[in-house]
């Protein structure tokens, strides 16, 4: 039969506000993790990572908030422009040196201006 | 700024035939990965590469699949014999440690 896509989560917020992508991952053991941004036609571009030994970290525009506990990721996007539409990927990787990334299924993120 | 060039943009191919597709990875970076992505879903391991070996494959890696390092700039992924399933777009990573990086991609279409 035919095979369908998945059916991507999708965020809209208006130009200007924060927006907030969250992510969970599936292995304890992972150590590391990226979010990556992928506009159509084009591959993952790294945006920010996080060790599993840091809580928080902050880029420009953009932080990523790591608990562990509930093995949770999010990626915050301060004063979202067009330009942040895309889709967004969180990975995990158990080994952070040359392991494998696990992707997970990505979050659609519209700006309206 | 340096970056993971992959060659062609478009591969276009009769099922059953052979096809390569080519990486350039970032020139100091020492682990080299495939992905591929089938529309609309997510990106999929296929394969990792370092010191001149595969360190790691998925599932998806058969025997269909192999890689090469020929010289100290490409990374190339052959599929020796196409499948209508094998139709996705094929993104090629390198990292120097942790960090991947990864190419504009392949869209392989297999008719």
């Known amino acids: 039969g035919e095979s369908v896509g998945l059916h991507l989560p999708t965020l809209s917020v208006q130009e200007g506000d924060n927006s907030i992508i969250n992510c969970a991952y599936s292995?304890?053991?992972?150590?590391?993790f990226i979010w990556y941004k992928q506009e159509s036609g084009k591959g993952p571009q790294f945006i920010i990572d996080i060790r599993s030994n840091m809580d928080k970290r902050q880029g420009q525009r953009v932080t990523v908030l790591l608990n562990k506990t509930v093995k949770h990721l999010s990626l915050q996007i301060a004063a979202t422009q067009p330009g942040d539409s895309a889709v967004y990927f969180c990975a995990e990787k158990v080994n952070n040196q040359g392991g494998k990334l696990i992707f997970g299924q990505g979050t659609e993120l519209s700006v309206k201006p | 700024e340096p970056e993971v060039t992959q060659t062609p943009s478009h591969q276009v191919t009769q099922m059953g035939q052979e096809v390569i597709l080519r990486c350039v990875p970032i020139?100091?970076?020492?682990?080299f990965y495939w992905y591929r992505q089938i529309l609309g879903q997510k990106v999929e391991f296929l394969v990792s590469f370092y010191n001149n070996e595969i360190s790691e494959k998925s599932e998806i890696f058969d025997d269909q699949f192999s890689v090469e390092r020929p010289d100290g700039s490409n990374f190339t992924l052959k599929i020796r014999s196409t499948k209508l399933e094998d139709s996705a777009m094929y993104f090629c990573a390198s990292a120097f440690v942790a960090e991947a990086f990864f190419g504009q991609g392949t869209r392989l279409t297999v008719v």
């Open positions: 020139s100091n970076h020492l682990y």
């Open positions: 292995n304890s053991a992972s150590d590391y």
